[in-house]
Nanobody, 119 residues
Framework: VQLAESGGGTVQTGGPLRLSCAAS?????MGWFRQAPGKGRVGVAS???????GYADSVRGRFTISRDSAKNTLHLQMNSPQPEDTAMYYC?????????????????WGQGTQVTVSS
């Protein structure tokens, strides 16, 4: 499965931003991960085909993950973004159900889209 992210950019603190990801085929779990400069890649949010979601504590209540399985698209609505949310954001797809935020469970990755939150 090939993945292509869009929607990144620079936003001021508190301003909303919406990321999207288009998948070329059928997927089970899908997720968003991010990597800040000098840090490792960490899970942000995940969603299964049945709508079950999971969030990192740092974004719960601010970010919302959603998917349109019929269109093979994934979204991340980022509300109240903070400077610490600045990172490269990656879309990922898994061939298993319940992959959650474990990056090792994902087999397909997008190229990433940069999100910069200015204070």
């Amino acid at each position: 499965v090939q993945l292509a992210e869009s929607g990144g950019g620079t936003v001021q603190t508190g301003g909303p931003l919406r990321l999207s990801c288009a998948a070329s085929g059928y997927t089970y779990s899908m997720g968003w991960f991010r990597q800040a400069p000098g840090k490792g890649r960490v899970g942000v949010a995940s969603i299964d085909r049945d709508g079950s979601t999971g969030y990192a504590d740092s974004v719960r209540g601010r970010f919302t993950i959603s998917r349109d399985s019929a269109k093979n698209t994934l979204h991340l609505q980022m509300n109240s973004p903070q400077p610490e949310d600045t990172a490269m954001y990656y879309c990922a797809a898994s061939s298993v159900v319940g992959a959650g935020l474990r990056s090792s469970a994902y087999t397909s990755w997008g190229q990433g889209t940069q999100v910069t939150v200015s204070s």
